[in-house]
């Protein structure tokens, strides 16, 4: 009998051990109360998001908000499984990339019949992010905060060159002439630095020249076009002239760095950059509007909210998601220094968090804002297209080879997508 | 119906019944104890292995429910540059460690199997490696290999010597990760072989020494015929991690950049596809593929072991 008791205490004791790992985290709220689940990465933004909710608790107090922040490295992967078994949070934070494959799989919210009956007008916010968390004609995110383009440029070595800072009448051929007076090989200076990567890089020079990466429809790519040819041969001519830190440098040592430590004096850099660049350069730094090819352009990308296709509270969501995205919730945000609000007019605070720097040039850049391209599988395209252009720039093929392959590689790779 | 057990345990005059009833009774014990492990690995190994094959046949991107495809990933994956690039480099890559690493090992433990002063020191040394977190090492190493300001292009520099770019040139980088894992995988191989060391008995020696053998002649003729049974083990070890390397190249290479087609394992291609581009069963079938493939090594291994391979 003593055995017996043993036996079934052993089997309970397994078992209560094997449960306990597997259990979920159950989701209801004390005493009763409704919960919203919201789910994001940067902890960053937790006291601009307190607040928010601070706000939304004031005129719904019988509603808990449950915040989780998991790092980047695991929240797509977290996200997306939580979604799949329908225990996924109720409001998420949603990126570019990722945007087309979630709409798709309807697990996300169609916003616009809640906009209609709220009467909410969309029109505050930049356009390129409404337009890219436009899925089939209707909005599925509420854009939260947006970054864009600039020209960073170090005035130390502009002020020794004796030269005129940049601004917003410089071309591809202002740089040029200027990087050619700025470089100083024997001190390992550089004029300017012609990325390698695309953010910061040729997605903007392909928009300036005329050209696209993704086509409006996301049926084809803009690779295979003489305006993409055009940026990549400026930026070649750049880099082939000393003007710019090569390649093989530049996959090394990030372009960042290198500006951030004086080495370069010009930089086309994201506006998130600034407080850590600021950082490094103090009141050296300055920034302008990316120089302009046939036209302007600056790449704009940016976050949303987006509600779970299959929430439980979707009312009570649609309401803090309007007053996170909403002026109120964008003013502290703006406030906060974090980043750039994604509400028109709202930004004041963010452009006095470095009173040095002139980060209305980033507001400004908005007015020629072209979206971050994106389709459903974005990152599978992307890599196709880095490692072409990379090889290109290596020197291991031409341009117009490797241009030609990522067209058809991102051609292919978008006939498979589903929608 | 009585166990081996039981007849040696039990005075004979007991009856057959009870011995049968307690034999059962310690069968079931058995099985209790063994209950933690057969259900971990159940959970844990099988049942994540059976969806895996099973998922290799679906087209799945983690969403919407998997679609049953047949053969079309593994037909796909034939005609993938990227999936044969990546088997290929995972051989190169194997090809250069485990040879390496194994025969410095085994200097390694010979060296450390002597009778000297502070020898438990040099012992740990030679091990940690072994009990640093990769990203430490890969990190550490990414700086040691930068060519404009790592120490290794620094001392070439000094020497008057080349000064390659280690990582970011693609006739040198996936022999530059080859390095980084035979230092960090020498220490624990050595580990292993030092204890088949100090399994041979010194009276081989003696003997040896009475006859008049040499250093060289006594460690081709003796030490290594009797290491071999733990030289095995770390082959056979070496090899399946190998195949497995991940993290180091997860490291020490960008996530987008046209290098990794000189350094892509398999297990980063898997990678990529499940949890980059969300192509689970794509992902599955060269998950399933290289399964067999270390299969069908450690089973040949295993074949030709008898030709070399001296148990004393």
Redesign the interface.
């Known amino acids: 009998m003593k055995k017996g008791m043993s036996v079934l205490i052993t089997m309970l004791f397994v078992f209560t051990v094997l449960l306990s790992a597997c259990g979920g985290n159950a989701s209801g709220g004390d005493n009763g109360k409704k919960v919203i689940n919201v789910a994001l990465w940067d902890e960053n933004v937790r006291d601009t998001l307190d607040k928010s909710i601070k706000i939304f608790n004031e005129k719904h107090p019988n509603v808990q908000v449950k915040v989780t922040y998991t790092p980047w490295a695991d929240y797509w992967t977290k996200l997306r499984t939580s979604l799949a078994g329908n225990s996924g949070p109720d409001v998420y934070w949603m990126n570019g990339p990722n945007f087309h494959s979630y709409a798709s799989s309807g697990l996300i919210k169609d916003l616009s019949p809640l906009i209609e009956q709220s009467g909410l007008d969309t029109s505050v916010y930049t356009e390129a992010l409404v337009d890219m968390y436009t899925y089939q004609g209707k909005l599925h995110g509420l854009p939260y905060f947006q970054d864009s383009i600039g020209l960073y440029y170090n005035k130390e070595l502009f002020d020794n060159a004796g030269l005129s800072y940049p601004d917003d009448t410089w071309t591809w051929e202002t740089v040029e002439e200027n990087a050619a007076k700025l470089t100083d090989k024997t001190n390992g200076i550089y004029g300017y630095i012609a990325p390698i990567d695309n953010q910061i890089g040729y997605y903007n020079f392909i928009a300036q020249a005329g050209g696209f990466v993704i086509s409006d429809d996301k049926k084809s790519s803009g690779f295979n076009t003489p305006e993409a040819l055009s940026a990549f041969k400026w930026e070649q001519g750049l880099i082939d002239k000393g003007y710019s830190p090569n390649a093989q440098q530049q996959l090394e040592t990030k372009s960042r760095q290198l500006f951030g430590s004086g080495k370069a004096a010009m930089f086309p850099g994201i506006s998130v950059n600034s407080p850590e660049l600021h950082k490094l350069l103090g009141d050296k730094l300055g920034v302008a509007v990316l120089p302009a090819g046939k036209q302007k352009a600056s790449i704009v990308h940016g976050l949303s909210w987006a509600i779970n296709g299959k929430t439980k509270v979707e009312q009570e969501s649609w309401e803090l998601l309007q007053i996170l995205s909403g002026k109120e919730g964008q003013e502290l945000l703006a406030d906060s220094g974090f980043s750039m609000p994604a509400y028109k007019g709202t930004e004041g605070g963010w452009l006095k968090s470095i009173p040095s720097l002139d980060l209305q040039v980033f507001v400004d850049s908005l007015e020629f804002a072209v979206p971050y391209p994106v389709s459903q599988k974005t990152a599978e395209w992307q890599d196709a297209e880095v490692k072409e252009i990379q090889a290109a720039f290596l020197g291991k093929k031409t341009f117009e080879e490797a241009l030609k392959n990522a067209g058809e590689q991102m051609d292919a790779i978008l006939a498979t997508e589903t929608k | 119906m009585s166990s081996p057990i039981t007849v040696t345990t039990k005075p004979p005059e007991m009856p057959k019944r009870k011995v049968g009833k307690l034999a059962r009774?310690e069968a079931?014990w058995g099985y209790?104890f063994i209950?933690?492990v057969v259900?971990g690995l159940g959970?844990f190994y099988m049942a994540p292995s059976a969806a895996s094959l099973f998922l290799s046949f679906t087209s799945w991107?983690?969403?919407?429910s998997p679609q049953f495809v047949g053969m079309d990933n593994f037909t796909n994956l034939m005609k993938d540059d990227k999936f044969t690039g990546s088997m290929l480099n995972t051989m190169m890559y194997t090809v250069g460690t485990v040879p390496l690493s194994v025969a410095i090992a085994t200097v390694l433990a010979v060296l450390l199997n002597q009778k000297i002063r502070g020898m438990v020191f040099y012992r740990t040394l030679y091990f940690i490696p072994v009990i640093t977190m990769p990203i430490a090492v890969g990190m550490v190493w990414k700086w040691l290999y930068?060519?404009?300001f790592g120490l290794i292009n620094h001392v070439l520099g000094v020497l008057n010597l080349p000064q390659p770019?280690w990582?970011?040139?693609e006739k040198f980088a996936l022999f530059s990760i080859v390095l980084v894992s035979v230092w960090s995988s020498i220490g624990y191989n050595a580990v292993i072989l030092l204890s088949g060391l100090q399994g041979i008995s010194s009276s081989y020696y003696e003997a040896a020494s009475l006859d008049g053998a040499g250093t060289m002649y006594k460690f081709f003729r003796i030490t290594l015929p009797l290491l071999t049974p733990s030289l095995f083990f770390v082959l056979v070890m070496s090899f399946i991690n190998s195949f497995q390397v991940f993290d180091l190249i997860f490291i020490m290479m960008?996530q987008?950049?046209?290098?990794?087609?000189s350094t892509r394992t398999v297990v980063y291609s898997i990678w990529?596809d499940g949890?980059?581009?969300?192509n689970m069963g794509y992902a599955s079938a060269q998950a399933f593929i290289l399964f067999v493939v270390i299969l069908v090594i450690t089973m040949v291994q295993m074949y030709i072991q008898k030709r070399w391979v001296h148990y004393q």
Do not use: A
Request: aromatic share 14%; no cysteine; proline share 3%.
């Open positions: 009774h079931l209790i209950l933690p259900l959970l991107d983690g969403l919407t930068n060519s404009e770019n990582l970011f040139d960008d987008q950049t046209t290098m990794l087609e990529e949890f980059k581009y969300f």
